[in-house]
Every structure is written in structure tokens, then in C-alpha cells.
């Protein structure tokens, strides 16, 4: 049997390992973060919107390692 013959099928990863949702996740974090930002209404939400910036860079830049 040949190579050309065999099928190599790549294992699937879980969602939670795959790059491109995990990075729109992260793109919508950080947006989340901005409107949180911008948004002049709730105290609370401008408060925790720093942290939610941070967590979305953040996961953005180990998702961005991930194979595709």
C-alpha cells in the first residue's frame, strides 16, 4: 500500500482548542470590554471594563498560538 493510498485524517480538536472560534470569542470580549468603556449609564460596568479589555487581550494573544 502507497502513501497517496492512506488517508490521513486530522483529529478534530474541541472547540474550546480551535483557533478561529476562540479568537472571535476573544475579538468579542474585547468589544464587550470597549462598549463597557464607552457606555455612560452604569457605574459597574465602566468599573469592570478594564479588567474585561485585559482578559480579552489576553486570551487573544495565547488563542492566536493555537494551530489552526
Do not use: C, N, W
Request: proline share 7%; net charge positive; no cysteine.
Amino acid at each position: 500500500m502507497t502513501d497517496h493510498t492512506l488517508t490521513h485524517k486530522k483529529p478534530r480538536r474541541p472547540v474550546f482548542l480551535r483557533r478561529g472560534p476562540m479568537e472571535a470569542l476573544a475579538v468579542a470580549i474585547i468589544a464587550l470590554g470597549f462598549l463597557m468603556l464607552f457606555q455612560p449609564f452604569v457605574l459597574v460596568l465602566y468599573t469592570y471594563s478594564f479588567i474585561t479589555l485585559l482578559a480579552g487581550t489576553v486570551m487573544f494573544t495565547i488563542v492566536s498560538k493555537f494551530p489552526e
